[in-house]
């Protein structure tokens, strides 16, 4: 489907410039290529549905990355729902085998990097990948900088401790 | 910024970089997001909230006090609502086909839209107007409904063989059926059965069930997957895409090593497309055959007041009275006999003195 008006046209160099960062930045958080493909249609449908409201000068970039961590954050709350009530039937299995996640030549930072807990990794990926500062990552959120500045302390903690990130940064945490 | 961090930010960058953007994704949005409106009152809700996260965009502090006025006054309405609903007179009024309440929710996010023409104006205005929709299409609605019913004491076994039977009826299938014994024990008091009925038979099960008793509780609703069949569509369309492409470079195919990997790819491409249309024909179904839950229960309370109650009741009396009656015979059958033995021997023993 090729826009017509030049809202559409808009909406099109919108997911020109700013889909592969969406979905990179939610496969980073997820872990699963299908799940952030819905994440990264899902933010600029969301994106479009409320494009009424925008005033020129918006800052665009700040607001598809909250939507984006929204939905993300959305699919990690129902996985986790969903594991809890498997667990309850007693039927609970591994997260899906995805072939293209078990390749053998990835970092040792990038493994220990998904041992970390969702609470730590979603704000990780939102601080060294997508750049945004602590206010920002607050308000995707829906926390206070306070709880944010904490976690990535947790998460680089937790990353220092791993015996290949301190092998690799040298020691320094 | 230590060595830590700028080894983090290394590390995502990488693996961000390795992982490839799905070829047509792109246009798959466009596609959904350009035709596609939202349609239930949760979308809508949505947008506003994301339209509200805009920089800047908050809520002003009188607006939001009268947004909470508002939610807290439809939230009193509605308690009232429910209390002044409730009680015996609601199996009458839910008897109507006036009542089918759920349906569908499209209807009453419909009534908002008419209610909220200043929300419309907003968001057109903003960027100029909003490009007009295509031609409307009906919605591909996922029906379900509950029935809840009682049934007179004594007619629980023929109601709940004939509620078996009307899915059939009407083009359906029954998918799930349990029932529990009643109370005394002796007979089966209550059920509950699943049944997939044609969406455009849901209405005429729905009324031949509500022939089988007194209707307690009814209600259905709609969802609309629309969005999942064109988002599946196009999905479809994407991947199928692919397929052929892969099929071209296969034929042009040099080494055993580039075969191997277009056949790699193939395979996975292939995957995907069964497993969306797996996906397509599970919503398609979903649409097509509406899901019914049907309770009946055996009104015993209902018994005690009526004649043919009373009648039962005597012919139960009279049968445990009988039983009884058999029961004190055949133990003292045993008895008289003993007695009569004894009997026999005392003559013969004063016969013989004589």
Do not use: C
């Not at chain 1, 700013?18 to 990179?24: C, I, K, N, S």
């Not at chain 2, 239930?40 to 509200?52: F, K, L, N, S």
């Not at chain 2, 996010?109 to 929300?119: C, V």
């Not at chain 2, 049968?319 to 055949?330: A, E, M, N, P, Y």
């Amino acid at each position: 489907m090729q826009p017509d008006s030049p809202t559409e046209q808009l909406l099109q160099r919108w997911v020109e410039t700013y889909q592969p960062v969406v979905y990179r930045a939610a496969y980073l958080i997820l872990r699963d290529r299908e799940e952030a493909e819905d994440v990264a249609q899902e933010t600029f449908i969301r994106a479009w549905r409320a494009a009424g409201r925008l005033r020129p000068g918006d800052e665009i970039a700040g607001w598809l990355y909250r939507i984006a961590t929204n939905a993300s954050l959305n699919r990690i709350r129902s996985r986790q729902r969903e594991l809890r009530a498997l667990t309850r039937l007693g039927s609970a299995r591994a997260a899906p085998d995805d072939p293209f996640e078990r390749r053998t030549d990835r970092s040792a930072v990038a493994e220990a990097l998904d041992r970390l807990p969702d609470r730590l990794r979603v704000p990780v990926v939102l601080r060294y990948y997508l750049d945004l500062p602590l206010e920002e990552i607050a308000r995707a959120l829906g926390v206070r900088p306070g709880t944010v500045k904490s976690r990535l302390y947790d998460a680089r903690q937790a990353l220092a401790g791993d015996e290949s990130i301190a092998a690799v940064a040298g020691g320094s945490a | 910024m230590n060595e830590i961090d700028l080894e983090i930010r290394r590390v995502l960058e990488t693996e961000a970089e390795s992982v490839e953007v799905p070829e047509g994704l792109a246009d798959r949005t466009l596609s959904v997001a350009l035709s596609s409106e939202p349609h239930t009152w949760r979308e809508r809700v949505r947008a506003r909230r994301d339209a509200r996260d805009l920089p800047g965009g908050r809520a002003s502090l009188p607006a939001m006090a009268v947004a909470g006025a508002a939610a807290l006054l439809l939230v009193a309405l509605f308690a009232v609502g429910s209390i002044l609903s409730s009680g015996p007179e609601q199996a009458s009024t839910l008897s109507g086909p006036s009542l089918l309440s759920g349906e569908t929710r499209r209807e009453s996010s419909t009534t908002s839209d008419a209610q909220a023409p200043d929300d419309l104006a907003e968001e057109s205005s903003g960027l100029g107007a909003v490009a007009a929709p295509g031609p409307p299409t009906a919605p591909e609605l996922a029906r379900t409904a509950e029935i809840e019913l009682k049934v007179t004491d004594g007619r629980f076994e023929r109601a709940w063989s004939e509620a078996n039977e009307i899915a059939g009826r009407h083009g359906g299938f029954v998918t799930e059926s349990r029932t529990e014994t009643s109370a005394a024990g002796d007979r089966i008091g209550s059920g509950t059965l699943t049944a997939r009925v044609p969406t455009d038979n849901l209405d005429a099960a729905l009324g031949d069930f509500r022939s089988l008793g007194t209707v307690v509780r009814q209600s259905s609703s709609g969802t609309d997957v629309s969005g999942q069949i064109v988002d599946l569509d196009a999905r479809l369309r994407s991947a199928r895409s692919q397929e052929a492409q892969l099929h071209e470079l296969m034929e042009r195919a040099q080494t055993v090593a580039d075969v191997l990997r277009i056949r790699e790819s193939l395979d996975s491409v292939r995957t995907e497309i069964e497993r969306l249309e797996a996906s397509k024909q599970g919503v398609e179904v979903r649409v097509a055959y509406a899901t019914l839950t049907a309770s009946l229960v055996e009104d015993t309370a209902a018994a005690a007041g009526g004649l043919a109650g009373a009648l039962d009741t005597a012919i139960d009396v009279a049968t445990t009275i009988l039983r009884g009656l058999v029961v004190t015979l055949g133990a003292l059958v045993p008895l008289a006999l003993l007695g009569l033995a004894g009997w026999a021997v005392l003559r013969l023993y004063r016969r013989r003195r004589a």
